[in-house]
């Protein structure tokens, strides 16, 4: 017996071996390493399966064999969850990593690469791309070029489709880690030399900015933490995932202020079969926990801002907006408006989503406003 148990050590470490060298093993490659018959690293192989420590990843195909993989030594997937959000020919993509280090890589490259990817983003370990519909040659390869880039997007029904182009590790996320991503439906991979191209299947969902304030007193509350509680309240709808939280500092000299006067807001990515819904509930959560009778909130579909709306947002940072005016524009928007004078402020709020903390936190700078050329996605 323990002979058998210290052959059974060799073998797994050596698979072991392989598999992290390469991601995978062969009989053949057992057999040569170990200086056995075939047979013998067969048998052992298919012990190891029989016994959970190893995995069949390939069946065999003509004259391509099995290949098999330890699993102790298969590394947790990078990848946590990939969703993507649409607004026209316009596409958000999501990317949550385990590591900081590895978005950053991914943000770096793609910027790079370029192609479909208009803007990267990278929030912690959470990378955000906006995107155009399309496709778009990009050369992938050793350094000094991009090792991984988006090179298309395009819908197909109700689902997102990422064509991604990589080689060296990025290859390895993307045919072995991808597809264990929440959010991803399915992945397929073809191979030419040292070059991977994956189509990643994601949802087309909705993306969904809600901006609130006054709902705090001179008793109580903070429109900052009514936002997050919000945000993580509608989270919790199965289906819908909450995206980000900004604050935003309004004009200062408001007479009616509690104290600085901010306001915020959040943005959820939703099916769009659940936006009546994520309303809905938004609307009764704020009608429950608002500490002033004059809360306001507004609700906008999509993530692009158009430019005159980034100026409604520096206006209210100025001065007074009349109320008359603050409806005018969220028609003009498709913008939903509920609740009192706190309206004002709400929409306000979604008109300056996505931009940087400290144009949004100073509100003596002045707001950007992009006209011709640009998508006007949050963060522009």
């Avoid at 309004?250 to 600085?260: D, H, R, V």
Wanted: with cysteine.
């Amino acid at each position: 017996m323990p002979g058998v148990i210290k052959r059974r050590r060799e073998f797994l470490q050596m698979m072991r071996a392989f598999t992290l060298e390469h991601g995978y093993f062969t009989v053949t490659d057992i057999q040569k390493a170990a200086g056995v018959p075939r047979s013998t690293a067969q048998d052992w192989i298919t012990r190891l399966v029989d016994e959970g420590c190893v995995i069949q990843r390939e069946k065999k195909q003509g004259r391509s064999p099995a290949r098999y993989a330890s699993l102790s030594a298969l590394p947790q997937s990078a990848c946590q969850k990939i969703f993507t959000t649409v607004d026209g020919d316009q596409v958000q993509i999501y990317h949550e990593c385990l590591s900081g280090a590895c978005a950053a890589f991914c943000g770096h490259h793609h910027t790079l690469a370029g192609g479909v990817v208009r803007k990267v983003r990278r929030d912690g370990t959470l990378l955000k791309e906006s995107a155009r519909m399309g496709r778009c040659e990009v050369t992938i390869g050793l350094h000094p070029s991009p090792a991984v880039g988006v090179v298309g997007v395009e819908r197909d029904g109700d689902d997102i489709i990422q064509y991604i182009r990589c080689i060296g590790g990025p290859a390895y996320s993307l045919t072995d880690m991808m597809s264990h991503a929440d959010g991803v439906c399915d992945v397929t991979v073809t191979r030419s030399g040292g070059m991977v191209e994956g189509a990643i299947r994601t949802r087309a969902l909705s993306h969904l900015i809600i901006g609130i304030d006054d709902t705090d007193s001179r008793e109580g509350g903070a429109t900052f933490a009514l936002a997050l509680a919000l945000l993580q309240y509608l989270g919790g709808i199965k289906g819908v995932i909450p995206i980000d939280h900004y604050i935003a500092m309004l004009n200062p000299g408001i007479p009616e202020k509690t104290a600085g006067n901010s306001c915020s807001s959040i943005e959820l990515a939703a099916p769009p079969g659940l936006v009546t819904k994520v309303t809905e509930r938004a609307l009764l959560f704020m009608e429950d926990e608002a500490f002033s009778p004059e809360w306001g909130m507004a609700v906008k579909q999509g993530f692009r801002i158009d430019p005159d709306l980034r100026v409604y947002g520096q206006k209210v940072r100025e001065g007074r907006i009349n109320p008359g005016e603050v409806r005018k524009v969220a028609e003009r928007y498709d913008i939903d408006l509920y609740g009192g004078r706190g309206v004002i402020g709400a929409l306000a709020a979604v008109a300056l989503a996505g931009l940087p903390n400290e144009i949004l936190l100073d509100p003596e700078q002045a707001v950007p406003v992009t006209r011709e050329g640009s998508t006007g996605t949050p963060g522009d």
